[in-house]
Antibody
């Protein structure tokens, strides 16, 4: 069964850092672009970042450029999101999704930025 | 950025009746390869999103055939031919043609 499992969320103070992970199983993630999408409490979906199959091309939404870094380790079938200089407005459930068209999603991991 | 505008915001529907959701993009979603990357997602209460439709009208695996997508260019529609109780949730359109990828604001489908 194909599955994506996120981890690494938690409570962090403004200005702090977190690293999210997403482990893929049931398929070879290196064959696909991968994305991060977030959802603030009670709000809609917002695309955050995307990485191509070999990690050489990365795209970000404007508000996270320079603060967030998407990466992957194909040997581990894993995707990451390093989040620095976190702000209250980054509070959200973060989902990883397979490919640019978000074919499948994980269960999400909650990130809360608060003092 | 491409703005995706969905309507209505809320859609009360009687069980067994049809439902229709509109999604309009601020620019054409036709990609250089000729495909139109417009997707529809369903998010049931407390669950992760699930993709229903890709490239305007292709149903994903396991999606009931009461769901259909149509449209072209900048104007798209998701239709549910006969709403069932399990269809309650929020529906989002998303364009995967232009960076940054963008979602519509969502349409909440509820039973009258």
């Amino acid at each position: 069964e194909m599955q994506l499992v996120e981890s690494g969320g938690g409570l962090v103070q403004p200005g702090g850092s977190l690293r999210l992970s997403c482990e893929a199983s049931g398929f070879t993630s290196s064959n696909f672009q991968m994305s991060w999408v977030r959802q603030a409490p009670g709000k809609g979906l917002e695309w955050v970042a995307n990485i191509n199959q070999d990690g050489t091309l990365r795209f970000y939404m404007d508000s996270v450029k320079g603060r967030f870094t998407i990466s992957r380790d194909n040997a581990k079938n894993s995707l990451y999101l390093q989040m620095n200089s976190l702000r209250a407005e980054d509070t959200a459930v973060y989902y990883c999704a397979r490919d640019r068209q978000c074919y499948m999603w994980g269960q999400g991991t909650m990130v809360t930025v608060s003092s | 950025d491409v703005v995706m505008t969905q309507s209505p915001l809320s859609l009360p529907v009687t069980l067994g009746q049809p439902a229709s959701i509109s999604c309009r993009s601020s620019q054409s979603l036709v990609y250089s390869d000729g495909n139109t990357y417009l997707n529809w997602f369903q998010q049931r209460p407390g669950q992760s999103p699930r993709r229903l439709i890709n490239k305007v009208s292709n149903r994903d695996s396991g999606v009931p055939d009461r769901f259909s997508g149509s449209g072209s260019g900048t104007d798209f529609t998701l239709k549910i031919s006969r709403v069932e109780a399990e269809d309650v949730g929020v529906y989002y359109c998303m364009q995967g043609t232009h960076w940054p990828l963008t979602f519509g604001g969502g349409t909440k489908v509820e039973i009258k």
